[in-house]
Each structure stands twice: as structure tokens, then as C-alpha cells.
């Protein structure tokens, strides 16, 4: 009888420490991340053929995005809407080189600015971006 007893007890024991172990080993599922698509999809369609090796969300609604074409890398943070109607994003590059590409891709003459709704939207495919830079090119 005492041992009938001890095993009732260990019994709901034993549960726990295997619903805690698959809590731990099981993957947790997701339903996605709709803003950074959108990031994504934004770079993407400006970007076109450039590899998005990281695009993750950074500080206060911003993402920090990293995008390559060839050897070149461009860095960059991409501030959706922030004073600014929804669908639009400030652009701020990490350096002179993702500024001077960037620059030719603002919808904007003096900020660095994607409209939602420019047309054209202003683009550099990868494909230019290797034509600029390949030998006898007049590198800028």
C-alpha cells in the first residue's frame, strides 16, 4: 500500500519534468513578422538581385538592414513612417559608400526618404551595381 501511495505521487512528478523537457527541446512556433516583410519587401523591390543578408528589427521601430551585391555591402536603417505617412520610411546608411548608392534611391532631393507611392521608385539592380564596378568602369 505505501508503495501504491509513493507511485501516485511520483506520477504528477513525472509529468512536469517531461512537459518542462519538451518546452525546452520542442521549436516554438511562430506566426511570422508582417512589419519585417514589409522591410524586406521594400528593400527588395528598391534593391533588386541584391542579396538581404540581415534584415532585423533595431531600436524604437527601426530595422537594421544589410544588404550585398558581389563584394560591395551596403548597411543601412530603415525607419518606417516616423513622422512620415504610413508607408514611407526615412533611410539612414551606415557609411559613405551605402549613403552615395542610397542617395540615388530617395524619393526625396535633400532627406533620405522612400515614399510609399513614388512613381517611379527608384531602383539599383545588383546587375548595374557589378556593371559600375567591373573593369574599365569609371568607378564613382
Not at 507511485?7 to 516554438?28: D, E, Q
Not at 524586406?40 to 541584391?50: D, F, H, K, S, Y
Request: contains cysteine.
Amino acid at each position: 500500500m505505501h508503495r501504491l501511495a509513493s507511485r501516485h505521487r511520483l506520477a504528477p512528478l513525472s509529468v512536469l519534468v517531461l512537459v518542462l523537457a519538451a518546452g525546452l527541446w520542442l521549436p516554438v512556433p511562430t506566426a511570422g513578422n508582417s512589419p519585417l516583410n514589409e522591410v524586406v519587401g521594400q528593400v527588395r523591390e528598391r534593391l533588386p538581385g541584391w542579396n538581404i543578408r540581415r534584415a532585423t528589427a533595431s531600436w524604437e521601430g527601426a530595422y537594421t538592414v544589410v544588404a550585398s551585391c558581389g563584394a560591395r555591402q551596403i548597411g543601412f536603417q530603415l525607419v518606417p513612417e516616423h513622422g512620415l505617412p504610413v508607408g514611407d520610411a526615412w533611410i539612414q546608411p551606415n557609411d559613405p559608400y551605402a549613403r552615395s548608392r542610397l542617395a540615388q534611391l530617395s524619393d526625396n532631393s535633400v532627406y533620405l526618404v522612400w515614399f510609399r507611392d513614388a512613381i517611379p521608385k527608384r531602383s539599383l539592380s545588383c546587375r548595374e551595381e557589378l556593371a559600375r564596378h567591373a573593369p574599365g568602369a569609371g568607378v564613382d
